[in-house]
């Protein structure tokens, strides 16, 4: 498993942006996807974005499409998550994971970060 480690969450208001990282280290290559999932209090886990490490294919939920973007640095062994556009909403505690496989069901994935709080004041 990889080691993950989430950055760059923060309190913005809404129709703002925020850039959040995830550094991971450890067995790196053996999460071939990287995700990012979210978290509000007394609601379940949301999916939010994935990226395949070799070639940069992503997805995205219906809830972020057109407003996050999902990149990877592979030299730096860093995933990020540009949010533009915020809204209330999406406050949550946002987690960075990883998985072997393309999916965008929790349950898939083995690394996960500590998480970061994103809060968007209306």
């Known amino acids: 498993q990889a080691q993950l480690k989430e950055s760059g969450g923060g309190l913005v208001q809404a129709g703002g942006s925020l850039r959040l990282s995830c550094a991971a280290s450890?067995?790196?290559?053996?999460?071939?996807?990287m995700a990012w999932f979210r978290q509000a209090p007394g609601k379940e886990r949301e999916f939010v974005a994935l990226i395949r490490w070799n070639t940069g294919r992503t997805h995205y939920g219906d809830s972020v499409k057109g407003r996050f973007t999902i990149s990877k640095v592979s030299a730096e062994h860093t995933v990020y998550l540009q949010m533009n556009t915020l809204k209330p909403e999406d406050t949550a505690v946002y987690y960075c994971a990883g998985s072997t496989q393309w999916s965008w069901h929790p349950n898939e994935y083995d690394s996960w970060g500590q998480g970061t709080q994103v809060t968007v004041s209306s």
């Open positions: 450890g067995r790196i290559f053996s999460s071939r996807v």
